[in-house]
């Protein structure tokens, strides 16, 4: 839910991607934030990390809402279930992790 006065990350939608021909499962997230004053970086850290897992989203400019797509890829040999994902929201550059959203698989 949003509101007009506190900072927030609202998971809207996950689709989930299998490929039966390479045994991959991507989880594909639709995130809304919102800042009161502007939206400066969105970061998803997984806590099972292969390469390039870490995701930053820097915003310029006066942004105070945005939708974003993250894609995570479960690495090869780990079950979904044993992975947590972590959502912050920095809306300044002097504030960070605003709001937090952690989110198991």
């Keep these: 839910m ?11 939608d996950i ?3 299998t490929s039966s021909s390479d045994s991959c499962t991507v989880f594909c997230y639709t995130i ?3 800042s009161p004053s502007r939206l400066c ?6 806590n099972v990390t ?6 930053t989203i820097e915003f310029s ?10 894609y ?9 279930e044993h992975i947590d ?13 605003v709001a937090e959203l952690s989110h198991r698989l």
């Design 32 to 34: 809304n934030l919102y």
């Design 15 to 17: 689709n989930v991607i």
């Design 85 to 97: 994902i972590k959502f912050f929201l920095n809306d300044s550059e002097e504030d960070k992790n």
């Design 41 to 46: 970086e969105f970061v998803a850290i997984p």
């Design 72 to 80: 995570y890829v479960v690495p090869r040999g780990y079950d979904s």
């Design 2 to 12: 949003l509101t007009l006065d506190n900072p927030s990350i609202t998971i809207k």
């Design 61 to 70: 400019g006066h942004t105070r809402r945005a939708t974003v797509t993250y």
């Design 50 to 55: 292969g390469k390039d897992s870490v995701t």
